[in-house]
């Protein structure tokens, strides 16, 4: 079956830093990427996807991720941490065939002023 | 204004209740789902419907029931077999499976 890991529960970078926050997958065939942000008590918030074509997607509020086959991963980043970024960021995988999402645990983006 | 609606935001169940969670959506899209978040966990579907008066259980469907005879809403209902209801329950659509889900802002339902 297919599954998601986030690399780390927490994680925690000073404002201005750059944000590196890691997602690996387990498929074989490449399937469709994404990264969800939530902030507390609320819905979920596409941030942005991979489905085909070029492998950096850029997203909303200046983040980016690149798809990167050989290593399974779909690492999201962001070259400047702004204190509005303190989220809880969800990486998606979507098989091709049954379009379902597997979801990662979550990784909970704390900014240090 | 196009979206999701979820209500009520909060929620409290008594033992031996059922509850209904409602979810409405105005985007003139074809599915909706029904997860279930629990902290530290990422999120686990319930029920998935891909249109109107059709609708497939997830992974984790036991104790929950779900209708859909509308295409704008996908009400879902936690019956007294689930044992373990305290979740943030997020309700999400799009144009068709194979589509990008757009979610709504959440109930918190809460066991008295």
């Known amino acids: 079956a297919q599954s998601v890991t986030q690399l780390g529960s927490h994680v925690s970078v000073s404002e201005g830093a750059l944000v590196l926050l890691r997602c690996n997958y387990s498929?074989?065939?490449?399937?469709?990427l994404f990264w969800y942000v939530q902030y507390p008590n609320q819905g979920l918030q596409l941030l942005l996807k991979y489905t085909t074509g070029a492998t950096l997607v850029k997203g909303i509020n200046g983040f980016e991720a690149e798809f990167k086959k050989s290593e399974t991963s779909f690492h999201l980043t962001k070259p400047s941490a702004h204190m509005s970024d303190a989220a809880e960021y969800f990486c998606a995988v979507s098989d091709r065939s049954n379009y379902q999402l597997i979801w990662g645990a979550g990784t909970k983006l704390i900014i240090k002023p | 204004d196009g979206g999701i609606t979820q209500s009520p935001k909060y929620l409290f169940r008594k033992e031996g209740q059922n509850v209904t969670l409602s979810c409405e959506q105005n985007?003139?899209?074809?599915?909706m789902y029904w997860y279930r978040q629990d902290p530290g966990q990422g999120l686990r579907l319930i029920y998935y419907?891909?249109?109107?008066?059709?609708?497939q259980k997830g992974d984790i469907a036991e104790g929950y029931s779900v209708s859909r005879e509308k295409k704008e809403s996908f009400p879902l209902t936690v019956t007294s077999a689930q044992k373990n209801p305290t979740a943030f329950y997020l309700c999400?659509?799009?144009?068709?499976?194979?589509?990008?889900?757009?979610f709504g802002p959440g109930t918190r339902l809460l066991v008295l």
């Open positions: 985007l003139n899209h074809d599915a």
């Open positions: 999400a659509s799009s144009m068709s499976l194979q589509e990008t889900q757009y």
């Open positions: 498929s074989s065939v490449p399937p469709y």
């Open positions: 419907s891909q249109i109107v008066n059709d609708f």
